[in-house]
C-alpha cells in the first residue's frame, strides 16, 4: 500500500471519525456501565460489518488451523484495547484519554526493539519525537486530573500497550485471510470478554436513553464497521512505525472535538502540539517520498 490520494482520503476519515469519537464514547457512559456501552457498540459494529461483507459477497469461513492466529491477534488488537480503554475514558477527560490512547506508537516502537530487534529510520525517530513531545505537552495542562486518576491513567496506557503490540502482529502474522473476514471474527473474538467483564463488575444495566443509542449507533457504524477496517489495512500494509504515526492527529482531533463538544477551553499547549503531531505526520508521510524523489 502506498500512502495515494485515495489512501490519504481515507486517513484523513479515519482520523476525524475516530478523533470525533472520544467525547462521544465520554458522553455514552456519563451514566452507563462503560463496559456495557461497548459491548452494545462492538455488537452493533459486528452486526453491520457482517450485513456489508455478506453483500459484497466476502466469506466468513475461517479454516480451523487459522483459528490461533486470529484469536492471537484479536487478544492485544480487540480485547485488550477496548476493555481497558473504555474503561479509562470513565475515569478521565475524553481529550486526556485519546492523548494517552495515542501514545501507542511509542509503545510499538518499543515493542519492535524488544522482539523483534527493529531497525527504525532517522526520519521515524523524528515523528517518534515530535509525537512523545506533543503528547507530554498536552497531558502536562492536565496533570491534576491524570494524577487524581491514577487508576484511569495506568489502564489507558496498559491499553495502548496492547495496542502497540497488536501493531506489531499484524505487520508480521501471515494470515490467509481477507481483512474483513479477519476483522468481523477479531471483533466476535472480544465479545465474550466484554459480556464477561460488564456482568462480573458492573451494575445498573438499564434500556439506554436516545443520546447514549446515538453514541452506540455512531460506534457500532462509523467506528467498528468503517475505522477499525481501514486501521487494519494500514497496520497490515505499511512499516509499524509509519502506520503507529500517520494517525497521531487523532488524539489532537479528540482534544478539540471534546472542547467543542464538552466546552473545555483550550491552552497554548493544544496548539504547539498541533505543530507537533504535523512534523511527526510530515516525517512519515512527506520526507520518504522526497527522499525518494532526490
Not at 502482529?169 to 459480556?195: N, S, Y
Not at 453514541?215 to 487494519?232: K, P
Not at 494500514?234 to 478539540?256: Q, T
Request: glycine fraction near 10%.
Amino acid at each position: 500500500m502506498t500512502l495515494d490520494r485515495r489512501n490519504l482520503a481515507l486517513l484523513v476519515a479515519l482520523t476525524l471519525a475516530w478523533g470525533i469519537n472520544w467525547p462521544v464514547m465520554k458522553i455514552g457512559v456519563a451514566d452507563f456501565p462503560p463496559l456495557g456501552f461497548r459491548l452494545l457498540c462492538m455488537a452493533g459494529g459486528l452486526l453491520a460489518l457482517g450485513v456489508a461483507l455478506g453483500a459484497k459477497g466476502i466469506p466468513l469461513a475461517v479454516p480451523r488451523a487459522l483459528w490461533g492466529t486470529v484469536f492471537k491477534l484479536a487478544v492485544p488488537n480487540m480485547v485488550v484495547w477496548h476493555l481497558l480503554a473504555i474503561w479509562a475514558v470513565k475515569m478521565l477527560s475524553s481529550g486526556r484519554a485519546a492523548i494517552l490512547g495515542y501514545t501507542m506508537p511509542i509503545w510499538a516502537v518499543v515493542w519492535g526493539l524488544l522482539l523483534y530487534r527493529e531497525r527504525i529510520p532517522g526520519s521515524a525517530w523524528i515523528g517518534i519525537g515530535c509525537a512523545l513531545a506533543g503528547t507530554l505537552l498536552l497531558m502536562s495542562s492536565e496533570i491534576g486530573a491524570l494524577t487524581g486518576s491514577p487508576l484511569g491513567t495506568v489502564m489507558m496506557l496498559a491499553a495502548a500497550a496492547g495496542w502497540g503490540l497488536g501493531t506489531q502482529l499484524l505487520k508480521r502474522t501471515q494470515v490467509d485471510l481477507q481483512l474483513g473476514t479477519l476483522t468481523f471474527w477479531m471483533l466476535a473474538v472480544a465479545l465474550p470478554f466484554l459480556l464477561a467483564g460488564t456482568m462480573l463488575f458492573e451494575s445498573g444495566w438499564r434500556m439506554p436513553n436516545a443520546v447514549e443509542w446515538a453514541a452506540i449507533a455512531y460506534n457500532a457504524v462509523v467506528v467498528f464497521a468503517f475505522c477499525h477496517l481501514v486501521w487494519f489495512a494500514l497496520a497490515r500494509n505499511l512499516p509499524p512505525v509509519v502506520s503507529s504515526l500517520s494517525i497521531m492527529f487523532i488524539p489532537v482531533v479528540g482534544v478539540f472535538s471534546g472542547m467543542w463538544m464538552l466546552g473545555e477551553q483550550p491552552h497554548w499547549q493544544d496548539y504547539v502540539a498541533i505543530v507537533l503531531m504535523f512534523a511527526a505526520l510530515a516525517s512519515v508521510m512527506l520526507l520518504p517520498s522526497l527522499r525518494r524523489r532526490a
